[in-house]
C-alpha cells in the first residue's frame, strides 16, 4: 500500500512540516550539541511533543521524526550503551506515533482531513559527523562504510512504527544509488528520496538533478522524489528539469539562507513568500519547509496552496 495515495488522491497533495530545528528552538530546545534535534530526545522529549503538535495543528499531514542525524555511533560517543542508543532512535518514532495520534484522537481535528503520517527522517552520512559534510558529499570514508551507516539505522528503525521514510538532504548520486542498493533488504520500506541541491540544475555534489531524479525512481520502494534544504529560488527549475519523472515530486526547501559550518551559524536573508502554486504547477505534490521555517510559515503555505488551488 502507498501511504501518500489517499492525500494525492483526495486533495491533489500532502503537506509536509518545515525546519524542526527552528521549532524545536522556538520551544526552547538547546540544540548546540554534536547530536543536534536528538540531544532533545535524551533532555527535553516535552519540547519534541510540543514540536510536532505545533506542526499539526498548522497544517501538516506529514510529519517526520527527530532522527535526520541521529546515529548509534552518535549517542554511544554521548555515553549511551548500544542498547540505549537503538531505543533512544526508536523513541523518536514513538513520540511522533503518540503526538499524531494524540491530535487525531479529538474530532474537531479531523474536520476536511485525513490522519497524518508519521515519516522516519534519515539524513546522509555527512549529517551525523555535524561538520557540514552533509552540504556537499564529499566524505573522507568508503562507499562500505556509509553503506553501513545506513544499514544500521534502517534496521534500528524498521518496525518502530513509522508509515514511510524520508532519505533527506541526500547530497549526490553516489549515496542516494547506496541507498537503492540497501532497499532490496527492507522491502516493506516505503519511501521518498530528497537531494540538496547547489542551483537550479544540479545537485549539492554536482550532479545533474534530473539525472539523479530518473535514477532513484527506478525503485518501486520509491515513492517520491524531489529536493529539500535548497534555496527557494531554485525550487522550479528543479522541478521543471524533473518534469519526465513518473513519481510525485517533493518540494521542501529552506528559508534562503545559508548553513555557515565553520561559524556555526545562518547568513544571508529569509525569502519573503514561497511560491507553492509555481511548484506545484511543476509537479510538486508534497510540499513543506525545511530550516529556517517553522509551524506557521507551514501554515502560510498550506492556505496559499489551497487558494492556489481553488483557482
Avoid at 106 to 113: D, E, M
Wanted: glycine share 10%; charged share 20%; with cysteine.
Amino acid at each position: 500500500m502507498n501511504p501518500l495515495a489517499p492525500f494525492l488522491d483526495n486533495f491533489g497533495f500532502a503537506m509536509l512540516d518545515g525546519g524542526i530545528s527552528t521549532e524545536l528552538e522556538r520551544h526552547g530546545a538547546d540544540l548546540d550539541d554534536p547530536l543536534w534535534t536528538s540531544r532533545v530526545l535524551l533532555d527535553a522529549p516535552e519540547r519534541i511533543r510540543a514540536m510536532h503538535q505545533a506542526f499539526l495543528e498548522n497544517g501538516a499531514d506529514i510529519i517526520a521524526t527527530t532522527t535526520y542525524q541521529a546515529s548509534m555511533a552518535g549517542f554511544q560517543r554521548a555515553g549511551l550503551s548500544e542498547d540505549a542508543a537503538r531505543n533512544t532512535m526508536r523513541e523518536a518514532i514513538g513520540i511522533a506515533v503518540q503526538t499524531r495520534n494524540a491530535f487525531w484522537s479529538i474530532p474537531a481535528n479531523r474536520s476536511g482531513r485525513l490522519r497524518p503520517l508519521v515519516a522516519v527522517s534519515l539524513g546522509p552520512y555527512g549529517a551525523a559527523l555535524h561538520d557540514g559534510s552533509e552540504y556537499h558529499g564529499d566524505y573522507a570514508a568508503d562507499d562500505a562504510t556509509v553503506r553501513a551507516f545506513h544499514r544500521e539505522r534502517i534496521a534500528a528503525l524498521i518496525d518502530a512504527g513509522g508509515d514511510l521514510f524520508a532519505f533527506e538532504t541526500i547530497p549526490s548520486m553516489a549515496e542516494a544509488g547506496i541507498l537503492l542498493e540497501l532497499l532490496p533488504e527492507f522491502p516493506d520500506l516505503k519511501t521518498w528520496i530528497s537531494f540538496s541541491c547547489r542551483d537550479g540544475r544540479h545537485v549539492a555534489h554536482g550532479e545533474v538533478f534530473a539525472d539523479c531524479a530518473h535514477r532513484v525512481t527506478g525503485s518501486r520502494q520509491v515513492l517520491a522524489v524531489g529536493v529539500n534544504c535548497t534555496a527557494p529560488e531554485n525550487i522550479a527549475p528543479l522541478l521543471a528539469s524533473a518534469s519526465g519523472v513518473d513519481r510525485p515530486l517533493v518540494a521542501y526547501p529552506n528559508s534562503g539562507e545559508t548553513w555557515d559550518a565553520a561559524a556555526q551559524c545562518w547568513r544571508g536573508e529569509a525569502c519573503d513568500a514561497m511560491d507553492v502554486g509555481a511548484w506545484y504547477r511543476r509537479g510538486a505534490r508534497l510540499i513543506g519547509g525545511c530550516c529556517r521555517t517553522g509551524a506557521e510559515d507551514i501554515a502560510t503555505m498550506r492556505r496559499s496552496l489551497c487558494e492556489y488551488l481553488a483557482k
